[in-house]
């Protein structure tokens, strides 16, 4: 199983440029779910899934959107870059519904936004 | 509405020396409560989790955090400090009720004095 993966790893981008991450697991999960990672902020939940056709606002979902076509996939879009969307994005997915559960974690992608 | 504190961003210990990383939480509803470690320019891993079976929980590389409801902390410990234990450690509490939402602290980097 290669588990959680996303791509691209690295992206630089110019202030209103677009662009789609894409997470994909092989686990089967029902759960999916968009952090963002900033220094001294830890995880901050962008979107989130519980199912194939769903998706649900995080924390901070506010310049991005998302879509689950596939249980398998969750994509996440950038419609018109901004420099404070700089930031490590991590993808995450977990089965099930009890909470006890954990998340396992792709390994990320740097975004920055020039 | 659910939160996690983590006091002190950066931690520093002799190799061999105790580690204590520290984890407040609040929630409304009984939590489950988890440490997740991070090396460099990786994803998140599960160190280990508290369900509700046992106050104090082991994990991998001989971590181990005691749930204590009357303070509300799940403080993670370490006997003894190995290199290789240099990382980002984030504490994080799961709930049901908002669609399995986890809520992350801010992370405490630990590093290891040789």
């Known amino acids: 199983n290669a588990g959680v993966t996303q791509t691209p790893k690295f992206r630089v981008l110019k202030t209103g440029q677009s662009m789609t991450l894409l997470c994909a697991q092989d686990m089967n999960h029902e759960y999916m779910y968009w952090y963002r990672q900033d220094p001294g902020m830890g995880l901050r939940l962008i979107h989130y899934s519980v199912g194939e056709g769903t998706t649900a606002k995080g924390e901070v979902p506010d310049g991005y959107n998302v879509s689950r076509l596939k249980k398998q996939n969750f994509l996440l879009g950038l419609e018109s870059a901004a420099p404070s969307q700089t930031s490590v994005y991590f993808c995450a997915s977990l089965r099930g519904q009890s909470s006890y559960n954990e998340q396992f974690f792709g390994p990320g992608t740097r975004l920055t936004v020039l | 509405a659910q939160s996690v504190t983590q006091l002190g961003s950066h931690v520093s210990v002799s190799e061999g020396a105790l580690v204590l990383l520290r984890c407040n939480y609040s929630s409304s509803v009984p939590p489950y409560l988890f440490w997740y470690v991070q090396y460099p320019n990786q994803g998140l891993q599960l160190l280990l989790k508290?369900?509700?079976?046992?106050?104090l929980v082991k994990g991998i590389n001989g971590f181990e955090a005691e749930f204590k409801k009357s303070e509300t902390s799940f403080h993670l410990t370490k006997p003894s400090a190995h290199m290789s234990d240099a990382a980002e450690y984030f504490c994080a509490v799961s709930v049901v009720p908002t669609g399995n939402q986890f809520y992350f602290g801010t992370g405490t980097s630990l590093t290891v004095i040789p």
């Open positions: 508290y369900t509700s079976a046992a106050t």
